[in-house]
């Protein structure tokens, strides 16, 4: 992975845990820079790589995976893979949502069957914060549409005129037996529910559209308030002053020689008055390359990069979208989302098991070195000089006792969660040089083995002591 830029480095102090007996300090902004840019993207095929990510940027250009290149957010619902994420957020900037297609190329349906007779829902997560995230849920917005094969590629965008979210995504309606894709939009406040859909975009004759976003440009830049990039035959672009006004076309961008790209995704430079379109080479598999200009209705402006002029990081990116952060947001993002080592923790009386879950059960199993037996060991959610045991494979899902059995579950940011998932890490009982886990709400009692099964047990025996004992190793 490309090694974090300066001012990440500035930023972040210390991401060291209890267990390697360094302090773990706050994350910090360099004073004079700016804050940075998130990405939310999909990575690739596969039930893993059709997941949500992150990554951040310093500048814009050069981009580093966040959570250690591993999923940010894995979807439990529909088709359990998702693809194209759009992080919204509010205008007031105390809610943000992801919307994504509900899609899971080769892992249960083919591209035939996803144009044809795919999932009509688009998967929602909400969070207040960025950093905790609900449950997705599965939103249906193209059952209203007679005939409506598929949703796919969601956006959404703050319309003033309407005091709501103008939600708007593609769905295949076949005409006379030829696949058309059209882009619909609703109106939605919450992405829960939302009006009947209504046509926003339709090509002539049989030509389809899929992807497009749209980018608000400051007065003073161009003749339109709002620039749509989408992806026809080639990417295109069309101005307007209302986002449900009348659309002009402006050009397009074969004059940069680029073909073969699709997921157009927008950013403003904070420092400049300059823009990224960032575009996905899907048919070289390639992911996001950007192209930049200092006004997006000028089809005759857009430029390539440099050689050298970015780098994309280590996972390949592909149709997402970017938010310019605040210096709250990207203090919150870097503190929860940055990387923290994988460990594992060994039994003592039984050293060849190690604490793992399964189906959501926690237990210690023989010689298991999978993410089902990994564990960030991350500040303890409910104090200072504690732990608490987040999932590698299930981010957001911790070690929480209930009725004095462990379970891996999903934080749901109550105090009584967070008190039940939060641990004293203290010298082992049965060897100072391991550790035991003092249970934060119920400090007689210790996390310990039964049976192979994790407890949380007063512990008064020999062989007490050495179940509750365990080594964080990696």
């Given at each position: 992975?490309?090694?974090?830029?300066?001012?990440?480095?500035?930023?972040?102090?210390?991401?060291?845990?209890?267990?390697?007996?360094?302090?773990?300090?706050?994350?910090?902004?360099?004073?004079?820079?700016?804050?940075?840019?998130?990405?939310?993207h999909?990575?690739?095929?596969?039930?893993?790589?059709?997941?949500?990510?992150?990554?951040?940027?310093?500048?814009?250009l050069?981009?580093?995976?966040?959570?250690?290149?591993?999923?940010?957010?894995?979807?439990?619902?529909?088709?359990?893979?998702?693809?194209?994420?759009?992080?919204?957020?509010?205008?007031?900037?105390?809610?943000?949502?992801?919307?994504?297609?509900?899609?899971?190329?080769s892992?249960?349906?083919?591209?035939?069957?996803?144009?044809?007779?795919?999932?009509?829902?688009?998967?929602?997560?909400?969070?207040?914060?960025?950093?905790?995230?609900?449950?997705?849920?599965?939103?249906?917005?193209?059952?209203?549409?007679?005939?409506?094969?598929?949703?796919?590629?969601?956006?959404?965008?703050?319309?003033?005129?309407?005091?709501?979210?103008?939600?708007?995504?593609?769905?295949n309606?076949?005409?006379?037996?030829?696949?058309?894709?059209?882009?619909?939009y609703?109106?939605?406040s919450?992405?829960?529910?939302?009006?009947?859909?209504?046509?926003?975009?339709?090509?002539?004759?049989?030509?389809?559209?899929?992807?497009?976003?749209?980018?608000?440009?400051?007065?003073?830049?161009?003749?339109?308030?709002?620039?749509?990039?989408?992806?026809?035959?080639?990417?295109?672009?069309?101005?307007?002053?209302?986002?449900?006004?009348?659309?002009?076309?402006?050009?397009?961008?074969?004059?940069?020689?680029?073909?073969?790209?699709?997921?157009?995704?927008?950013?403003?430079?904070?420092?400049?008055?300059?823009?990224?379109?960032?575009?996905?080479?899907?048919?070289?598999?390639?992911?996001?390359?950007?192209?930049?200009?200092?006004?997006?209705?000028?089809?005759?402006?857009?430029?390539?990069?440099?050689?050298?002029?970015?780098?994309?990081?280590?996972?390949?990116?592909?149709?997402?979208?970017?938010?310019?952060?605040?210096?709250?947001?990207?203090?919150?993002?870097?503190?929860?989302?940055?990387?923290?080592?994988?460990?594992?923790?060994?039994?003592?009386?039984?050293?060849?098991?190690?604490?793992?879950?399964?189906?959501?059960?926690?237990?210690?199993?023989?010689?298991?070195?999978?993410?089902?037996?990994?564990?960030?060991?991350?500040?303890?959610?409910?104090?200072?000089?504690?732990?608490?045991?987040?999932?590698?494979?299930?981010?957001?899902?911790?070690?929480?006792?209930?009725?004095?059995?462990?379970?891996?579950?999903?934080?749901?940011?109550?105090?009584?969660?967070?008190?039940?998932?939060?641990?004293r890490?203290?010298?082992?009982?049965?060897?100072?040089?391991?550790?035991?886990?003092?249970?934060?709400?119920?400090?007689?009692?210790?996390?310990?083995?039964?049976?192979?099964?994790?407890?949380?047990?007063?512990i008064?025996?020999?062989?007490?002591?050495?179940?509750?004992?365990?080594?964080?190793t990696?």
């Amino acid at each position: 992975m490309r090694t974090l830029l300066p001012r990440l480095a500035a930023i972040l102090i210390a991401a060291c845990l209890l267990f390697t007996s360094q302090a773990l300090a706050a994350p910090e902004r360099a004073a004079a820079a700016d804050p940075g840019y998130l990405m939310t993207h999909f990575i690739g095929e596969g039930s893993n790589g059709q997941q949500i990510y992150f990554s951040y940027s310093t500048d814009g250009l050069n981009w580093t995976e966040l959570n250690g290149g591993g999923i940010a957010l894995r979807s439990t619902v529909g088709t359990k893979g998702v693809r194209d994420p759009a992080l919204v957020r509010s205008p007031n900037g105390d809610k943000y949502w992801i919307i994504a297609t509900d899609l899971c190329i080769s892992c249960g349906q083919n591209w035939e069957a996803a144009v044809y007779n795919g999932s009509r829902n688009l998967v929602v997560w909400e969070s207040t914060d960025l950093i905790n995230w609900s449950e997705p849920w599965l939103l249906n917005v193209a059952g209203a549409i007679p005939d409506g094969r598929n949703a796919w590629a969601p956006e959404a965008i703050w319309d003033p005129a309407t005091n709501d979210y103008v939600l708007y995504w593609a769905t295949n309606k076949p005409v006379n037996g030829v696949k058309k894709h059209r882009i619909y939009y609703a109106h939605t406040s919450d992405f829960r529910s939302i009006t009947t859909p209504q046509i926003y975009i339709e090509r002539p004759g049989t030509e389809e559209i899929i992807d497009s976003q749209i980018v608000e440009v400051p007065a003073g830049v161009g003749n339109y308030r709002y620039v749509r990039a989408s992806r026809d035959s080639q990417i295109t672009l069309e101005g307007s002053n209302s986002i449900l006004g009348t659309w002009t076309p402006l050009g397009n961008l074969s004059g940069t020689g680029i073909t073969g790209v699709e997921g157009p995704m927008w950013m403003k430079f904070r420092d400049r008055n300059e823009w990224a379109l960032y575009l996905d080479q899907y048919a070289s598999g390639r992911g996001y390359m950007p192209v930049t200009t200092t006004d997006p209705s000028a089809s005759g402006t857009y430029r390539l990069p440099a050689s050298g002029s970015y780098n994309m990081g280590v996972t390949k990116k592909r149709h997402g979208s970017i938010l310019n952060l605040t210096a709250a947001e990207e203090s919150r993002v870097l503190a929860r989302w940055s990387d923290i080592p994988a460990k594992r923790l060994q039994s003592f009386n039984f050293q060849d098991r190690y604490v793992r879950h399964a189906n959501f059960d926690v237990r210690i199993d023989q010689n298991i070195t999978g993410p089902d037996a990994q564990f960030r060991l991350r500040p303890g959610l409910a104090g200072s000089g504690t732990v608490s045991f987040e999932s590698v494979n299930y981010r957001g899902y911790f070690l929480r006792h209930a009725n004095n059995d462990f379970q891996l579950v999903r934080n749901d940011g109550t105090a009584q969660f967070a008190a039940d998932a939060t641990f004293r890490q203290v010298a082992g009982l049965a060897d100072s040089t391991w550790s035991s886990f003092q249970s934060y709400n119920h400090p007689d009692r210790y996390i310990r083995h039964y049976a192979y099964y994790l407890k949380l047990d007063p512990i008064t025996t020999a062989t007490g002591r050495s179940d509750a004992t365990f080594r964080v190793t990696n």
